[in-house]
Nanobody, 123 residues
């Protein structure tokens, strides 16, 4: 069983930065493809970024250049560094794990989810 726990959310002004963390309680963390998603009120959950076990990553277009995903397999941790935050980035952010090592952007392709952490960006 995989347990995921996000942390690092909060309230930040537009233009500011936050670093989200995801702690995974799982054996063989490195074998999982990991992703960050977000969900704003009234909207569907959307892909933010994903990262393979060895580091190659992919981002949703609007976040490319502002967000950086990374992972530390030795610590069973994944991170999302978010810079130049905009009010439109306000959402609950979730980390997710996929048992396949193949990249995916659709939430239905992920097998395990954390509880989420709120990110609020004020004007």
């Amino acid at each position: 069983q995989v347990q995921l726990a996000e942390s690092g959310g909060g309230l930040v002004q537009a233009g500011g930065s936050l670093r989200l963390s995801c702690a995974a309680s799982v054996r063989s963390f490195s074998t999982y493809y990991m992703g960050w998603f977000r969900q704003a009120p009234g909207k569907e959950r959307e892909f933010v970024a994903g990262i393979s076990r060895s580091g190659p990553s992919t981002y949703y277009d609007s976040m490319k250049g502002r967000f950086t995903i990374s992972r530390d397999n030795a610590k069973n941790m994944m991170y999302l560094q978010m810079n130049s935050l905009e009010p439109e980035d306000t959402a609950v952010y979730y980390c997710a794990a996929r048992t396949s090592f193949i990249a995916a952007r659709d939430p239905v392709e992920y097998d395990y989810w954390g509880q989420g952490t709120q990110v609020t960006v004020s004007t």
